[in-house]
C-alpha cells in the first residue's frame, strides 16, 4: 500500500516522499524576470524542509507572457548563472526542482506584457483584464519555440524536470477552452483541434530535453465555468498527452473566472473542505497510465495519505508551504497535525508591494511573541 513517504520515481528523477508543492506566483524577481535571492531562500527552505518535488512560481517563456510584477522568466540566456545558483541550493538540501513554464496569453495586460496581450481569440472574456489580439500563425510558431527554448534553459541549468502550464486560464488552457478559443482555423473548433497547441507545444519541449528527461503538466480536469473546457475535454487531452509520452499530470481546476470553484479557494477549515479537485483527478486517472499528481486544499496528513493510496500518486500543495516551508519534514518526524495554513490568501495580498508573498499570519504570530503589548 502506497503512503506518503515512498521513495519514487518519474522518468529518472528520483523522489524521496509523494509531497510536491505545486507552482504559484511569488514576486521575487526583478522587472526583467530574473530570480532575488530571496527566492532561492525560499526554494532551499522547501528543500530542507523535505518537499518531496519543488515545482516552480510559474515562469514565463516569452516577455509578453507575464502576468504580474516579480514573476520570473526564462526567455534569456543571461539568467543562467542565478538560476544554476537556485537549482544548486535546492541539490544541496538534497532536494529536486522542476520549472513551470507558462505564457498568460490573453490573461495578462498590457502593463505587463509590454503590448497587447495576445490570445487564441480577440474576444473579452470574464478572466480577461482587456481584449486580447488575435494570435497569428506567426505568433503560434514563435510562442510554441519559446516552450522549447526555456524547456532546453531549464535541463542545461540543472533543473530536475519541466512541467507545462495548461490550466487556470492560461494560453495553453485558452487554446482548450471554448470559450476562450473561437478560431476557424486546425486550432480551433473540435477538442482535437482545440488539443493541437498543447501537442506541439509538448513536443517541442520533449524535442529540447530528449526522452530521458521528465516533462510534466499542470491540467484543468474542468475550467468549473459555462462553455469552458469540460471534465470530458480534460480526459481527451489526458489520453493524448499519455499517448504522446507526458511523464506526469498534476491535476486542478478552476480559472480566475470560476468564483468560488477558483483555483486557490478559501477557508478551508475543515476535512469536508480539503481535495476539491479530486473528482477531477479521478476521471483523468481512471484514462491514463502515467502518474498522476493532485492539488487543491490539502491540508490534512490522512486525507493526503488516502489520496496516493486511492486515487493520485502524488499530492501537492502551495499555500501550506508558504506557512510552513517544513510541513513534509514535521509529518514525516510524526507530528500529524494539519498544516497550519488557514486558507485566507492574505500570503499574496502583500506580494505586489513588499516583493514577494509571505504568510501574514505567521508574521503577526511572530511579531505578537516578540511584543506583548501587540493584540
Known amino acids: 500500500m502506497n ?5 519514487t520515481t518519474i522518468n529518472g528523477m528520483t523522489l524521496e516522499n509523494r509531497l510536491a508543492r505545486s507552482a504559484t506566483w511569488e514576486g521575487m524577481c526583478d522587472v526583467d524576470g530574473r530570480p532575488f535571492p530571496k527566492l532561492i531562500s525560499f526554494y ?4 530542507r524542509g523535505k518537499v518531496g518535488l519543488i515545482i516552480s512560481g510559474y515562469t514565463f517563456v516569452s516577455p509578453e507572457g507575464k502576468q504580474l510584477p516579480g514573476k520570473m522568466g526564462i526567455h534569456t ?3 543562467a548563472d542565478v538560476m544554476k545558483d537556485m537549482t544548486g541550493a535546492v541539490h544541496e538540501e538534497g532536494g529536486k526542482i522542476c520549472i513551470q513554464l507558462v505564457h498568460a496569453g490573453g490573461q495578462t495586460d498590457a502593463h505587463n506584457a509590454g503590448q497587447q496581450p495576445l490570445a487564441p481569440s480577440a474576444v473579452k472574456i470574464d478572466q480577461y483584464p482587456e481584449m486580447p489580439a488575435e494570435m497569428t500563425r506567426e505568433d503560434i510558431s514563435r510562442i510554441i519555440t519559446a516552450f522549447g527554448d526555456g524547456a532546453r534553459r531549464a535541463k542545461t541549468w540543472g533543473f530536475d524536470a519541466v512541467q507545462l502550464h495548461g490550466a487556470h486560464g492560461y494560453l495553453i488552457n485558452q487554446f482548450l477552452s471554448p470559450l476562450a478559443n473561437r478560431r476557424q482555423d486546425e486550432y480551433g473548433g473540435s477538442i482535437e483541434n482545440r488539443c493541437r497547441f ?4 509538448y513536443q517541442a519541449v520533449r524535442s529540447a530535453v530528449g526522452p530521458d528527461f521528465p516533462v510534466m503538466i499542470k491540467l484543468n480536469g474542468s475550467d468549473n465555468i459555462a462553455g469552458g473546457f469540460s ?24 480559472t480566475p ?3 468560488d470553484q477558483s483555483p486557490a479557494r478559501i477557508k478551508i477549515d475543515a476535512p469536508d473542505k480539503e481535495a476539491y479537485n479530486l473528482a477531477l483527478a479521478k476521471h483523468i486517472r481512471a484514462a491514463v497510465n502515467c502518474p ?3 492539488v487543491g486544499g490539502f491540508r490534512s496528513f490522512e486525507i493526503a495519505e488516502k489520496t496516493i493510496q486511492e486515487t493520485a500518486d502524488y499530492v501537492t500543495m502551495a499555500r501550506p508551504f508558504i506557512r510552513e516551508p517544513a510541513l513534509a519534514k514535521r509529518w514525516q518526524e510524526g507530528d500529524r497535525s494539519p498544516a497550519r ?9 502583500p506580494g505586489l508591494k513588499e516583493g514577494g508573498i509571505y504568510c501574514v499570519v505567521a508574521k503577526k504570530e511572530l511579531e505578537k511573541s516578540k511584543d506583548p503589548q501587540i493584540r
Open 231 to 254: 471534465p470530458e475535454d480534460a480526459v481527451f487531452a489526458a489520453k493524448a498527452l499519455d499517448k504522446a509520452g507526458i511523464d506526469c499530470i498534476e491535476v486542478s481546476g478552476g
Open 198 to 201: 498543447l501537442l506541439e507545444v
Open 257 to 259: 473566472a470560476s468564483g
Open 3 to 7: 503512503t506518503l513517504f515512498d521513495q
Open 44 to 47: 532551499r527552505d522547501m528543500a
Open 292 to 294: 498522476i499528481m493532485v
Open 77 to 79: 540566456d543571461d539568467f
Open 341 to 349: 495554513c488557514i486558507s485566507c490568501n492574505g500570503c499574496f495580498k
